[in-house]
């Protein structure tokens, strides 16, 4: 399986960016989807996860309300959509494919791991 991470850039405070993570081999529909992200000095953190069929979700408290996970599964896509940025979002983010149909919080849940990409948000 490999994940193909899109979508990253430079965004002033409060506005939107949406990243894109597409998979390609293995069978995307069974497994749960996460995002972490990674910010400088700092270890990396889960931040949303959904699982396989996109039925249940859950956000990290510091992104709860301002960021959305979705995933097509038709696409072999997961989608970040995040708002209201702030500075302390900068960071690489990586999307991660669970093992089981339902997500972990914790990284050692996750099999296959995309790239990354930087998200920096300007003040």
């Known amino acids: 399986v490999q994940l193909q991470a899109s979508g990253g850039g430079l965004v002033q405070a409060g506005g939107s960016v949406r990243l894109s993570c597409a998979a390609s081999?293995?069978?995307?529909?069974?497994?749960?989807m996460g995002w972490f992200r990674q910010a400088p000095g700092k270890e990396r953190e889960f931040v949303t996860g959904i699982n396989y069929n996109g039925g249940h979700t859950y956000y990290s408290a510091s992104v709860r309300g301002r960021f959305t996970i979705s995933r097509d599964n038709a696409k072999n896509t997961v989608y970040l959509q995040m708002n209201s940025l702030k500075p302390e979002d900068t960071a690489v983010y990586y999307c991660?494919?669970?093992?089981?149909?339902?997500?972990?919080?914790?990284?050692?849940?996750?099999?296959?791991w995309g790239q990354g990409t930087q998200v920096t948000v300007s003040s």
């Open positions: 991660a494919q669970d093992k089981a149909h339902y997500f972990s919080t914790d990284a050692d849940g996750y099999i296959y």
């Open positions: 081999g293995g069978t995307f529909s069974n497994h749960a």
